[in-house]
């Protein structure tokens, strides 16, 4: 992986984080910190979502309804999203190698 990737996998999560925040006070009417799981939960549907909707473009675009420009748009904003989750999920992997080699 390298450093941009990296960058771009801690933007998208510090969004997500925000996000999940300003959801959660305004559910509970608190502020409180985002829940992890529903951070990465919500990435992985941001990531099915762009996946599924760059499918539905280049299907498009091969029928002659879209531009090749927007289908190409779509792939790319498609694979941004997976090297996040890909880079987030990476980094989960480590973190808990890290406390596994920890001593007791």
Request: glycine share 6%.
């Amino acid at each position: 992986m390298d450093p941009l990737s990296a960058a771009r996998a801690y933007g998208a999560a510090v969004k997500q984080a925000q996000n999940a925040a300003k959801e959660s006070s305004n559910e509970a009417g608190a502020t409180s910190a985002p829940d992890f799981g529903k951070m990465l939960q919500g990435a992985l549907e941001h990531t099915m979502k762009t996946t599924q909707g760059a499918e539905n473009m280049m299907v498009q675009q091969s029928q002659g309804k879209a531009e090749l420009i927007d289908a190409v748009t779509a792939v790319s904003s498609a694979e941004t999203s997976l090297q996040t989750v890909i880079a987030i999920r990476d980094q989960v992997i480590n973190a808990y190698q890290e406390i596994m080699r920890m001593p007791i």
